[in-house]
T-cell receptor, first 116, second 110 residues
């Protein structure tokens, strides 16, 4: 079965540079979520999109932006990178189930960003 | 704001032991609870999903229970093996997207 695809798997950037992470959800999934997991930390919710519109916003820095495109893939853009942005970035997707909101998330393998 | 707590933070057991990992959450208005496994530096593997209307789920040697009213879940691992060594994360979905606990780091010693 198709899974959530994230690219690149590894990325090394210098401080103040810009990085873009991509996420391709499971086919027919309409919602995408981004999480950030720092070293030794639990994953923290950044932002989510449903049908190409932002649906929830978590602890996403103002230096970061994201969007979901017409083919439902999503990109997380990170600018003015700081050392503290070094983390695993997970994307997850789900298919909204009616009005229950009981979405089951499937996670990608993650993109590891290292900022030097 | 939903908060998820996992106890203990770390656990070391000899191979073959049965063990229990605990998870508690502050807001009982959840839709579901998931247990994940994470190997160092790797992705999140979903182990078990319990819908809010369910009391437990089983998969092989794993059994997860949910007491929504008290805001608690347990993950029971039977006959532990060295390959079970990993961090186990509990996460709940409610009015906000999945909120994770900090995990329990399990080491199973051969």
């Amino acid at each position: 079965a198709a899974g959530v695809i994230q690219s690149p798997r590894h990325l090394i950037k210098e401080k103040r540079e810009t990085a873009t992470l991509k996420c391709y959800p499971i086919p027919r999934h309409d919602t995408v979520y981004w999480y950030q997991q720092g070293p030794g930390q639990d994953p923290q919710f950044l932002i989510s999109f449903y049908e190409k519109m932002q649906s929830d916003k978590g602890s996403i820095p103002d230096r970061f932006s994201a969007q979901q495109f017409s083919d439902y893939h999503s990109e997380l853009n990170m600018s003015s990178l700081e050392l503290g942005d070094s983390a695993l970035y997970f994307c997850a997707s789900s298919r909204r189930q009616g009005g229950s909101g009981a979405n089951v998330l499937t996670f990608g393998a993650g993109s590891r960003l290292t900022v030097l | 704001k939903q908060e998820v707590t996992q106890i203990p933070a770390a656990l070391s057991v000899p191979e073959g032991e049965n063990l229990v990992l605990n998870c508690s959450f502050t807001d009982s208005a959840i839709y579901n609870l998931q247990w994940f496994r994470q190997d160092p530096g790797k992705g999140l593997t979903s182990l078990l999903l319990i819908q809010s209307s369910q009391r437990e789920q089983t998969s092989g040697r794993l059994n997860a229970s949910l007491d929504k009213s008290s805001g608690r879940s347990t993950l029971y691992i039977a006959a532990s093996q060295p390959g079970d060594s990993a961090t186990y994360l509990c996460a709940v979905t409610g009015n906000t997207p999945l909120v994770f606990g900090k995990g329990t780091r399990l080491s199973v010693i051969a």
